[in-house]
Protein backbone atom coordinates (compact mmCIF):
# COMPACT_ATOMS: atom_id res chain seq x y z
CA UNK A 1 0.00 0.00 0.00
CA UNK A 2 1.21 3.22 -1.10
CA UNK A 3 0.58 6.43 1.47
CA UNK A 4 0.76 9.68 0.28
CA UNK A 5 0.14 12.76 2.68
CA UNK A 6 -0.07 16.57 1.26
CA UNK A 7 -0.09 19.55 3.22
CA UNK A 8 -3.69 20.57 2.17
CA UNK A 9 -6.69 19.55 1.47
CA UNK A 10 -6.15 21.21 -2.46
CA UNK A 11 -2.93 19.29 -2.87
CA UNK A 12 -3.99 15.73 -1.82
CA UNK A 13 -7.23 16.35 -4.24
CA UNK A 14 -4.69 17.20 -7.35
CA UNK A 15 -2.78 14.04 -6.81
CA UNK A 16 -5.93 11.97 -7.03
CA UNK A 17 -7.25 13.91 -10.37
CA UNK A 18 -3.76 13.08 -12.03
CA UNK A 19 -4.05 9.52 -10.81
CA UNK A 20 -7.34 9.08 -12.19
CA UNK A 21 -6.55 11.57 -15.57
CA UNK A 22 -3.06 9.48 -16.31
CA UNK A 23 -5.49 6.64 -15.75
CA UNK A 24 -8.14 7.95 -18.12
CA UNK A 25 -5.68 8.63 -20.70
CA UNK A 26 -3.82 5.63 -20.53
CA UNK A 27 -7.12 3.47 -21.11
CA UNK A 28 -9.62 5.92 -22.55
CA UNK A 29 -12.29 2.94 -22.08
CA UNK A 30 -11.60 2.72 -18.55
CA UNK A 31 -14.34 1.07 -16.20
CA UNK A 32 -14.22 3.06 -13.10
CA UNK A 33 -16.30 2.82 -9.52
CA UNK A 34 -17.09 6.11 -8.22
CA UNK A 35 -17.90 7.58 -4.71
CA UNK A 36 -20.27 10.17 -3.75
CA UNK A 37 -20.08 12.46 -0.66
CA UNK A 38 -17.90 15.51 0.08
CA UNK A 39 -14.54 13.93 -0.27
CA UNK A 40 -14.34 13.61 -4.01
CA UNK A 41 -16.05 16.96 -4.71
CA UNK A 42 -12.49 19.00 -5.57
CA UNK A 43 -11.17 15.75 -7.24
CA UNK A 44 -14.27 15.90 -9.72
CA UNK A 45 -13.82 19.64 -10.02
CA UNK A 46 -9.65 19.56 -10.68
CA UNK A 47 -10.73 16.40 -13.57
CA UNK A 48 -13.75 19.04 -15.04
CA UNK A 49 -11.08 21.71 -15.22
CA UNK A 50 -8.31 19.52 -16.78
CA UNK A 51 -11.23 18.47 -19.22
CA UNK A 52 -12.13 22.05 -20.30
CA UNK A 53 -8.51 23.15 -20.33
CA UNK A 54 -6.29 20.45 -21.12
CA UNK A 55 -9.06 18.04 -23.36
CA UNK A 56 -8.63 15.64 -20.91
CA UNK A 57 -11.50 12.59 -22.86
CA UNK A 58 -14.00 11.10 -20.67
CA UNK A 59 -15.97 10.31 -23.88
CA UNK A 60 -15.81 6.60 -23.89
CA UNK A 61 -15.27 6.75 -20.24
CA UNK A 62 -17.53 4.00 -18.29
CA UNK A 63 -18.67 4.50 -14.78
CA UNK A 64 -19.90 2.88 -12.26
CA UNK A 65 -22.07 4.69 -8.99
CA UNK A 66 -20.42 2.47 -5.68
CA UNK A 67 -23.72 2.59 -4.26
CA UNK A 68 -27.37 4.25 -3.85
CA UNK A 69 -30.11 5.01 -1.34
CA UNK A 70 -32.76 3.20 -0.97
CA UNK A 71 -35.73 4.58 -2.29
CA UNK A 72 -34.25 7.80 -4.20
CA UNK A 73 -34.66 8.11 -7.66
CA UNK A 74 -31.99 8.91 -10.29
CA UNK A 75 -33.41 12.66 -10.21
CA UNK A 76 -33.92 13.08 -6.67
CA UNK A 77 -32.08 16.11 -4.95
CA UNK A 78 -29.96 14.16 -2.79
CA UNK A 79 -29.69 10.77 -4.92
CA UNK A 80 -25.85 9.61 -5.57
CA UNK A 81 -26.83 9.00 -9.15
CA UNK A 82 -27.67 12.76 -9.69
CA UNK A 83 -24.71 14.14 -7.05
CA UNK A 84 -22.30 12.06 -9.99
CA UNK A 85 -24.35 13.78 -13.05
CA UNK A 86 -23.84 17.20 -12.04
CA UNK A 87 -20.65 16.59 -10.50
CA UNK A 88 -19.10 15.10 -12.79
CA UNK A 89 -20.76 13.20 -15.70
CA UNK A 90 -22.17 16.05 -16.75
CA UNK A 91 -18.98 18.50 -16.84
CA UNK A 92 -16.49 16.04 -18.20
CA UNK A 93 -18.27 15.27 -21.26
CA UNK A 94 -19.42 11.79 -20.61
CA UNK A 95 -22.17 9.91 -22.54
CA UNK A 96 -24.65 9.15 -19.56
CA UNK A 97 -25.41 5.76 -21.58
CA UNK A 98 -21.92 5.15 -20.44
CA UNK A 99 -23.30 5.98 -16.54
CA UNK A 100 -24.61 3.19 -14.10
CA UNK A 101 -26.04 2.99 -10.46
CA UNK A 102 -27.77 0.26 -8.82
CA UNK A 103 -31.79 0.29 -9.28
CA UNK A 104 -32.52 1.82 -5.82
CA UNK A 105 -36.44 1.88 -6.17
CA UNK A 106 -36.61 -1.53 -7.23
CA UNK A 107 -39.90 -3.86 -6.01
CA UNK A 108 -37.33 -6.58 -5.47
CA UNK A 109 -34.05 -5.02 -4.02
CA UNK A 110 -32.00 -8.11 -4.12
CA UNK A 111 -32.97 -8.76 -7.66
CA UNK A 112 -31.57 -5.08 -8.56
CA UNK A 113 -28.14 -5.53 -6.31
CA UNK A 114 -27.62 -9.13 -8.33
CA UNK A 115 -28.43 -7.01 -11.70
CA UNK A 116 -25.75 -4.73 -10.78
CA UNK A 117 -23.24 -7.40 -9.76
CA UNK A 118 -23.91 -8.74 -13.29
CA UNK A 119 -23.83 -5.61 -15.03
CA UNK A 120 -20.27 -5.01 -13.64
CA UNK A 121 -19.44 -8.12 -14.75
CA UNK A 122 -20.19 -7.41 -18.02
CA UNK A 123 -18.00 -4.76 -17.60
CA UNK A 124 -15.32 -6.32 -16.86
CA UNK A 125 -14.88 -5.37 -13.31
CA UNK A 126 -13.56 -2.24 -12.50
CA UNK A 127 -10.11 -0.73 -13.77
CA UNK A 128 -9.99 1.63 -11.11
CA UNK A 129 -12.10 2.55 -7.99
CA UNK A 130 -11.89 5.33 -6.37
CA UNK A 131 -13.16 5.65 -2.54
CA UNK A 132 -13.63 7.64 0.49
CA UNK A 133 -13.40 6.70 4.02
CA UNK A 134 -16.51 6.81 6.62
CA UNK A 135 -15.40 7.98 10.29
CA UNK A 136 -16.47 3.93 11.11
CA UNK A 137 -14.11 2.74 8.76
CA UNK A 138 -16.96 2.16 6.13
CA UNK A 139 -15.61 1.56 2.22
CA UNK A 140 -18.64 2.28 -0.24
CA UNK A 141 -21.42 1.79 2.24
CA UNK A 142 -20.27 -1.89 3.91
CA UNK A 143 -20.05 -0.98 7.38
CA UNK A 144 -18.93 -2.75 10.24
CA UNK A 145 -19.99 -5.75 10.82
CA UNK A 146 -19.61 -9.37 12.38
CA UNK A 147 -19.48 -10.77 8.28
CA UNK A 148 -19.15 -8.34 5.43
CA UNK A 149 -20.98 -9.09 1.77
CA UNK A 150 -18.53 -10.47 -1.57
CA UNK A 151 -20.84 -8.60 -4.19
CA UNK A 152 -23.92 -5.89 -4.77
CA UNK A 153 -26.49 -6.06 -1.69
CA UNK A 154 -28.27 -4.30 0.66
CA UNK A 155 -27.48 -2.78 3.58
CA UNK A 156 -28.88 -1.07 6.57
CA UNK A 157 -26.61 1.81 7.19
CA UNK A 158 -25.17 2.21 10.56
CA UNK A 159 -26.47 5.15 13.12
CA UNK A 160 -23.27 6.99 12.69
CA UNK A 161 -23.42 6.92 9.11
CA UNK A 162 -26.74 8.04 9.05
CA UNK A 163 -25.63 10.94 11.30
CA UNK A 164 -23.05 11.72 9.32
CA UNK A 165 -24.83 12.08 5.96
CA UNK A 166 -27.70 14.23 7.46
CA UNK A 167 -25.91 17.54 6.61
CA UNK A 168 -27.20 16.69 3.15
CA UNK A 169 -30.75 16.71 4.16
CA UNK A 170 -33.04 18.69 5.88
CA UNK A 171 -33.41 16.70 8.69
CA UNK A 172 -31.92 13.31 10.07
CA UNK A 173 -35.30 11.88 9.48
CA UNK A 174 -34.94 12.23 5.97
CA UNK A 175 -31.99 10.42 5.53
CA UNK A 176 -32.60 7.05 4.05
CA UNK A 177 -31.63 4.16 6.51
CA UNK A 178 -30.66 1.35 4.04
CA UNK A 179 -28.63 1.78 0.59
CA UNK A 180 -27.59 -0.93 -2.12
CA UNK A 181 -24.28 -1.10 -2.45
CA UNK A 182 -21.12 -2.94 -4.40
CA UNK A 183 -18.93 -5.60 -2.16
CA UNK A 184 -16.06 -6.31 -1.08
CA UNK A 185 -15.69 -8.30 -3.97
CA UNK A 186 -16.12 -5.61 -6.57
CA UNK A 187 -13.92 -3.50 -4.73
CA UNK A 188 -10.94 -5.64 -4.18
CA UNK A 189 -11.41 -7.14 -7.76
CA UNK A 190 -10.47 -3.81 -9.04
CA UNK A 191 -7.26 -3.47 -11.04
CA UNK A 192 -6.33 -0.35 -9.16
CA UNK A 193 -8.09 1.26 -6.03
CA UNK A 194 -7.14 5.24 -4.51
CA UNK A 195 -8.58 6.25 -1.19
CA UNK A 196 -8.82 10.01 -0.31
CA UNK A 197 -9.40 10.69 3.15
CA UNK A 198 -9.31 15.08 4.59
CA UNK A 199 -9.93 16.38 7.55
CA UNK A 200 -8.77 15.83 10.97
CA UNK A 201 -12.33 13.96 11.70
CA UNK A 202 -10.78 11.09 9.60
CA UNK A 203 -7.63 11.32 11.85
CA UNK A 204 -9.13 8.46 14.29
CA UNK A 205 -9.79 6.08 11.25
CA UNK A 206 -7.41 6.39 9.14
CA UNK A 207 -4.80 6.00 12.41
CA UNK A 208 -6.33 2.86 13.69
CA UNK A 209 -6.37 1.06 9.87
CA UNK A 210 -2.97 2.49 9.31
CA UNK A 211 -1.26 2.00 12.26
CA UNK A 212 -2.29 -1.86 12.17
CA UNK A 213 -2.04 -4.40 9.29
CA UNK A 214 -4.58 -6.74 10.02
CA UNK A 215 -7.80 -7.21 8.41
CA UNK A 216 -11.24 -7.02 10.25
CA UNK A 217 -14.61 -6.90 9.63
CA UNK A 218 -15.10 -3.77 11.98
CA UNK A 219 -13.16 -1.89 9.52
CA UNK A 220 -14.01 -2.42 6.07
CA UNK A 221 -11.31 -0.60 4.47
CA UNK A 222 -8.69 -2.59 6.12
CA UNK A 223 -9.36 -5.33 3.44
CA UNK A 224 -7.59 -3.32 1.40
CA UNK A 225 -4.40 -4.32 2.91
CA UNK A 226 -5.08 -7.48 0.58
CA UNK A 227 -4.64 -5.68 -2.46
CA UNK A 228 -1.99 -5.25 -4.47
CA UNK A 229 -2.26 -1.65 -5.81
CA UNK A 230 -4.12 0.47 -3.03
CA UNK A 231 -2.85 4.15 -3.35
CA UNK A 232 -3.98 5.98 0.11
CA UNK A 233 -3.86 10.01 -0.31
CA UNK A 234 -4.02 12.00 2.89
CA UNK A 235 -4.09 15.59 3.69
CA UNK A 236 -2.48 17.07 6.85
CA UNK A 237 -5.97 16.52 8.81
CA UNK A 238 -6.67 13.48 7.66
CA UNK A 239 -2.38 12.16 8.89
CA UNK A 240 -2.70 13.97 11.97
CA UNK A 241 -3.19 10.81 14.27
CA UNK A 242 -0.75 8.52 12.35
CA UNK A 243 2.62 7.80 13.88
P1 LIG B 1 -17.59 11.78 3.03
O1 LIG B 1 -18.07 10.30 3.16
O2 LIG B 1 -16.76 11.86 1.80
O3 LIG B 1 -18.82 12.61 2.91
O4 LIG B 1 -16.77 12.08 4.25
C1 LIG B 1 -17.10 9.29 3.14
C2 LIG B 1 -17.79 7.95 3.12
O5 LIG B 1 -18.83 7.78 3.76
O6 LIG B 1 -17.26 7.05 2.45
Same mark, same amino acid.
Given at each position: ?30 ? #? %? *?????? /? ?5 ? $?? +? ?43 ? #? %? *?????? /? ?5 ? $?? +? ?132
Amino acid at each position: MKVIVRHDKEEAEKVVADLIAGEVRTNPEIV #M %S *LPTGST /PVGVFSE $LT +RMHEEEGLDFSSVTCFNMDEYVGLGRDHAQSYYRFLRENLYERVG #M %S *LENTFS /PDACAAN $LG +RAADDYSSLIKRAGGFDLTFLGIGRDGHISFNMPSDALHPLTHVERLSEAAVRDNARFFEDVSEVPTQAITIGMRNILESRRIVLLALGEAKAPVVARWLGSGLVTTWLPASFLWLHPDVTVVLDQGAASELR
